[in-house]
């Protein structure tokens, strides 16, 4: 194992990294992200990349770290991301893990805390992980799910009728609707020429959307997201898609297709016509697309939104997880943050609602919390 600290080290493995993440259908750990957050947050961080592999550049392995100013290891764009592991084979996390573990051992002057948000609750990266840490503690959070569809035995018909007669009713509605009274498309937007002013439309729409208190409306991340979808779209990944009526854009999806899995990451559309429910016309047609792309799964990402069940009962669960020597403040505060949690759950929702406000601030400061 080699733990790289200068991103110039890192050309030799990249290729593979970039194999590896996309054979996982995963955006999140490939080194386009991973540059991406590194020249836009370079205040927030420095490389710490775990690489199992020769010098030659044949790597089979990639944990994409960075060490913040207070030496706590996170996943590159951990609170713009969902999901994270290391870029590696599903069937080699668990090994991979145990020479990570040993990785961070050898290294353990450089780092106080691993604290490693998105993980799959149920993957052998994390069994790894809990059988390879010692004397590390591994203590993991509470579970948020994501919800997905595997498309692999169905086809769009298929998928299509085995939604609730109610929501084919509302979307065929719609649709008639649409076209009785407007001129309607769907537009792909994959011209580097034009991507700049594309993605300044979504962001727009998202806003419109959501309001300013949106993270993906702060200006780094605007340029962290430029970034990444310029590197996207020259790999093919890239599925950023607008609706448009009468040659306006009323609605967006932003996401992306990498080793079959098509992820909706984010979007937005205009309020004016949210009566028209054109952002869920746009996922029924991203959802169709991805039929038509023979992609293996849509992916929702992160969120149990009431929506998402309308298409699916499938999800995965991720978690925070976090690394550090058993009597590391920093874990010991996390360790109490889940008491809390498990604690806090059991209370009835007004209660439970005003406690978290009171503490919000206090959970704010911590190290291991998700986004500061």
Same mark, same amino acid.
């Given at each position: #194992?080699?733990?790289?600290?200068?991103?110039?080290?890192?050309?030799? *493995?990249?290729?593979? *990294?970039?194999?590896?993440?996309?054979?996982?259908?995963?955006?999140?750990?490939?080194?386009?992200?991973?540059?991406?957050?590194?020249?836009?947050?370079?205040?927030?961080?420095?490389?710490?990349?775990?690489?199992? &592999?020769?010098?030659?550049?044949?790597?089979?392995? $990639?944990?994409?770290?960075?060490?913040?100013?207070?030496?706590?290891?996170?996943?590159?764009?951990?609170?713009?991301?969902?999901? @994270? =592991?290391?870029?590696?084979?599903?069937?080699?996390?668990?090994?991979?893990? +145990?020479?990570?573990?040993?990785?961070? =051992?050898? /290294?353990?002057?450089?780092?106080?805390?691993?604290?490693? =948000?998105?993980?799959? $609750?149920?993957?052998? *990266?994390?069994? &790894?992980?809990?059988?390879? +840490?010692?004397?590390?503690?591994?203590?993991?959070?509470?579970?948020?799910?994501?919800?997905?569809?595997?498309?692999?035995?169905?086809?769009?018909?298929?998928?299509?009728?085995?939604?609730?007669?109610?929501?084919?009713?509302? $979307?065929?509605?719609?649709?008639?609707?649409?076209?009785?009274? /407007?001129?309607?498309?769907?537009?792909?937007?994959?011209?580097?020429?034009?991507?700049?002013?594309?993605?300044?439309?979504?962001?727009?729409? /998202?806003?419109?959307?959501?309001?300013?208190?949106?993270?993906?409306?702060?200006?780094?991340?605007?340029?962290? /997201?430029?970034?990444?979808?310029?590197?996207?779209?020259?790999?093919?990944?890239?599925?950023?898609? @607008? #609706?448009?009526?009468?040659?306006?854009?009323?609605?967006?999806?932003?996401?992306?297709?990498?080793?079959?899995?098509?992820?909706?990451?984010?979007?937005?559309?205009?309020? +004016?016509?949210?009566?028209?429910?054109?952002?869920?016309?746009? #996922?029924?047609?991203?959802?169709?697309?991805? @039929?038509?792309?023979?992609?293996?799964?849509?992916?929702?990402?992160?969120?149990?939104?009431?929506?998402?069940?309308?298409?699916?009962?499938?999800?995965?669960?991720?978690?925070?997880?976090?690394?550090?020597?058993?009597?590391?403040?920093?874990?010991?505060? @996390?360790?109490?943050?889940?008491?809390? =949690?498990?604690?806090?759950?059991?209370?009835?929702? *007004? +209660?439970?609602?005003?406690?978290?406000?009171?503490?919000?601030?206090?959970?704010?400061?911590?190290?291991?919390?998700?986004?500061?």
């Amino acid at each position: #194992m080699h733990v790289v600290t200068d991103m110039g080290d890192i050309a030799p *493995w990249e290729a593979s *990294w970039r194999d590896m993440a996309e054979q996982r259908g995963n955006p999140f750990i490939t080194p386009d992200w991973y540059r991406s957050w590194l020249q836009h947050y370079q205040e927030d961080g420095e490389p710490f990349v775990i690489i199992s &592999g020769d010098r030659d550049g044949t790597c089979d392995g $990639v944990l994409p770290l960075v060490r913040t100013g207070n030496s706590v290891l996170r996943f590159a764009g951990a609170d713009l991301g969902d999901q @994270f =592991h290391p870029a590696c084979r599903d069937a080699d996390e668990r090994r991979f893990a +145990a020479g990570a573990c040993q990785a961070l =051992h050898e /290294h353990r002057k450089s780092w106080s805390t691993a604290v490693l =948000h998105g993980t799959d $609750v149920d993957s052998g *990266w994390l069994a &790894g992980l809990r059988e390879s +840490a010692p004397p590390l503690a591994v203590v993991t959070g509470p579970s948020t799910a994501m919800p997905y569809v595997d498309l692999r035995e169905l086809d769009w018909d298929t998928f299509w009728a085995a939604r609730s007669r109610k929501l084919r009713k509302y $979307v065929r509605s719609r649709t008639n609707q649409v076209a009785k009274e /407007h001129r309607s498309a769907f537009r792909r937007a994959d011209d580097p020429d034009r991507l700049s002013e594309d993605m300044s439309t979504m962001f727009d729409l /998202h806003e419109r959307r959501f309001g300013e208190a949106s993270l993906l409306l702060d200006p780094t991340a605007q340029a962290f /997201h430029r970034s990444f979808a310029e590197a996207a779209n020259r790999h093919g990944w890239l599925r950023l898609v @607008f #609706m448009e009526i009468d040659d306006e854009p009323v609605a967006a999806s932003y996401g992306w297709n990498l080793g079959g899995r098509y992820g909706d990451y984010n979007g937005g559309f205009d309020q +004016a016509w949210s009566k028209t429910s054109v952002g869920l016309l746009l #996922m029924v047609h991203t959802l169709r697309r991805a @039929f038509d792309e023979q992609a293996d799964e849509y992916d929702f990402l992160l969120g149990d939104e009431p929506y998402k069940s309308r298409f699916t009962e499938q999800q995965r669960e991720v978690a925070t997880v976090i690394m550090g020597p058993r009597l590391n403040p920093q874990r010991l505060a @996390f360790s109490a943050q889940v008491k809390l =949690h498990s604690l806090t759950s059991r209370l009835p929702g *007004w +209660a439970r609602g005003r406690l978290r406000r009171s503490i919000h601030p206090l959970l704010r400061r911590l190290p291991t919390t998700r986004s500061a």
